[in-house]
C-alpha cells in the first residue's frame, strides 16, 4: 500500500488570503490525483499530474508534482468561500487500485 | 447522466441488525470500491472490485462482505451492525486501463448510524 500523507490536516482562513497543503510519500507515483470533496458528497476530482515538476492550474488552484514523484502540492490565490472542502489526493495510474490509498486530507474552511 | 448511484442515503441500525447498501454505475467501469469516512480518517478502503466476479480486501474489510452483482452493481453488507460501524459510506468506480489513470468517480454516500 502506498502511504500519503497531507499537511496541514485543518486550515482555516479568510477569504482572499493564499494557502498551501501538501501531499507527501516515501513511494513514487507514475501520478496522483486530487480530489475535492464538499459536505454531503462524495469526492470529485480536480487534476491529475503525471509528470515530475509538472504544474496545473484550474482557475485560482495550482498544483505541481514533485521533481521526483513523491509528493505534490496545491496552492490557492485569493480563497474564496466556494474553495471550502476536504482536499484529498491520491495515487493515479493503471493497476494502482489495488493499491489506492487516499490521504487522510485537509479540511478547508473559507471564512468570509 | 446518473454515474454512480447508492441506496439508500441515510439509514439508523440497531446493534445486531442486518442492510445491504446499494451501488450501481452507469459507466461501465471494471473496477469498484467501498470505503468508510470517519472524521479525521479520511477514506478507508473495505472491499474492492476489479471485475465482474471478482472481489478483494481493502484495509478495513472485517464485519463486511460485498457481492459483485454483475458489472453496474456492487453491494456491501453488513451482517450484524456494530456501533464502530457508525461511517459514511462512498461507493466509488473507475475505468482501470492504462489510458485511464484510475480516475475515481464517487456516489453521493450512504450515512449509516448504529445504535
Known amino acids: 500500500t502506498q502511504l500519503l500523507e497531507q499537511s496541514p490536516q485543518f486550515l482555516s482562513i479568510q477569504e482572499g488570503e493564499n494557502l498551501t497543503v501538501y501531499c507527501n510519500s516515501s513511494?513514487?507515483?507514475?501520478?496522483l490525483q486530487w480530489y475535492r470533496q464538499e459536505p454531503g458528497e462524495g469526492p470529485v476530482l480536480l487534476v491529475t499530474?503525471?509528470?515530475?515538476?509538472e504544474v496545473k492550474k484550474l482557475k485560482r488552484l495550482t498544483f505541481q508534482f514533485g521533481d521526483a514523484r513523491k509528493d505534490s502540492s496545491l496552492h490557492i490565490t485569493a480563497a474564496q468561500p466556494g474553495d471550502t472542502g476536504l482536499y484529498l489526493c491520491?495515487?493515479?495510474?493503471?493497476?494502482?487500485?489495488?493499491?489506492?490509498?487516499f490521504g487522510s486530507g485537509t479540511q478547508l474552511t473559507v471564512l468570509p | 447522466n446518473a454515474g454512480v448511484t447508492q441506496t439508500p442515503k441515510f439509514q439508523v441500525l440497531k446493534t445486531g441488525q442486518s442492510m445491504t447498501l446499494q451501488c450501481a454505475q452507469d459507466?461501465?467501469?471494471?473496477?469498484m470500491y467501498w470505503y468508510r469516512q470517519d472524521p479525521g480518517m479520511g477514506l478507508r478502503l473495505i472491499y474492492y472490485?476489479?471485475?465482474?466476479?471478482?472481489?478483494d480486501k481493502g484495509e478495513v474489510p472485517n464485519g463486511y462482505n460485498v457481492s459483485r452483482l454483475n458489472k453496474r452493481e456492487f453491494s456491501l453488507r453488513l451482517e450484524s451492525a456494530a456501533p464502530s460501524q457508525t461511517s459514511v459510506y462512498f461507493c466509488?468506480?473507475?475505468?482501470?486501463?492504462?489510458?485511464?489513470?484510475?480516475?475515481?468517480?464517487f456516489g453521493a454516500g450512504t450515512r449509516l448510524s448504529v445504535l
Open positions: 499530474v503525471v509528470t515530475g515538476g
Open positions: 466509488a468506480s473507475s475505468d482501470d486501463s492504462l489510458q485511464a489513470k484510475n480516475i475515481q468517480y
Open positions: 513511494s513514487v507515483f507514475s501520478s
Open positions: 472490485s476489479a471485475s465482474e466476479g471478482t472481489t
Open positions: 491520491a495515487p493515479g495510474g493503471p493497476g494502482s487500485a489495488r493499491q489506492l490509498t
Open positions: 459507466m461501465n467501469h471494471n473496477s
